[in-house]
T-cell receptor, first 114, second 116 residues
Framework: DAKTTQPPSMDCAEGRAANLPCNHSTISGNEYVYWYRQIHSQGPQYIIHGLKNNETNEMASLIITEDRKSSTLILPHATLRDTAVYYCIVRVNRAGGATNKLIFGTGTLLAVQP | GAVVSQHPSWVICKSGTSVKIECRSLDFQATTMFWYRQFPKQSLMLMATSNEGSKATYEQGVEKDKFLINHASLTLSTLTVTSAHPEDSSFYIC????????????FGEGSWLTVV
């Protein structure tokens, strides 16, 4: 079973920031938080990941609470092409092995409105 | 990010036949690859973990004799659906772990299988 909970859906106005929450209250000390998104009928796309510090890349920012029990993915200026299902996943980050696997929950359907 | 490619993108086959789907990591070596299937309006379900040079590890409820996985090289894993039935029709997605560089997992574009 997925170890994260996310709201099933969210709306966001085009050009505004989209803030997607994720709860992972049972996260272990060696588990990272990963975010992927899936646009309809495509494979998931990697967005960002982090352990305890906030992270930023060209796609998004990841804010992880100090107790690591929740996080927020921020898309700073959402566009229509950001409409997708966003998945928050916790995972041990190491080379090889079945324990490395990504288990997907139901994710959040983000609908960016014009 | 790193590139993972699947082939074919879509395939139609007759009931009782077998079909092979290829997954390649194009610009990195992947000792571990993963296979998922996804039904319409559902999330991805992990089928198996494929390790280069060894047997795949299947998730509970996935028939290993029906879904044959071969990971013979560091850049290629294949999934063969044997004796396909209409209920095997689904979206099959592979992913590959980039060893080092954060051990990030990247996904292919997916393959649509329709069994008629």
């Amino acid at each position: 079973d997925a170890k994260t909970t996310q709201p099933p859906s969210m709306d966001c106005a085009e050009g505004r920031a989209a803030n997607l929450p994720c709860n992972h209250s049972t996260i272990s000390g060696n588990e990272y938080v990963y975010w992927y998104r899936q646009i309809h009928s495509q494979g998931p796309q990697y967005i960002i990941h982090g352990l305890k510090n906030n992270e930023t890349n060209e796609m998004a920012s990841l804010i992880i609470t100090e107790d690591r029990k929740s996080s927020t993915l921020i898309l700073p200026h959402a566009t229509l092409r950001d409409t997708a299902v966003y998945y928050c996943i916790v995972r041990v980050n190491r080379a090889g092995g079945a324990t490395n696997k990504l288990i997907f929950g139901t994710g959040t359907l983000l609908a960016v409105q014009p | 990010g790193a590139v993972v490619s699947q082939h074919p993108s879509w395939v139609i086959c007759k009931s009782g036949t077998s079909v092979k789907i290829e997954c390649r990591s194009l610009d990195f070596q992947a000792t571990t690859m993963f296979w998922y299937r996804q039904f319409p309006k559902q999330s991805l379900m992990l089928m198996a973990t494929s390790n280069e040079g060894s047997k795949a590890t299947y998730e509970q409820g996935v028939e290993k004799d029906k879904f044959l996985i071969n990971h013979a090289s560091l850049t290629l894993s294949t999934l063969t659906v044997t004796s396909a039935h209409p209920e095997d029709s689904s979206f099959y997605i592979c992913s590959a772990q980039q060893t080092g560089a954060g051990n990030t997992i990247y996904f292919g574009e997916g393959s649509w299988l329709t069994v008629v």
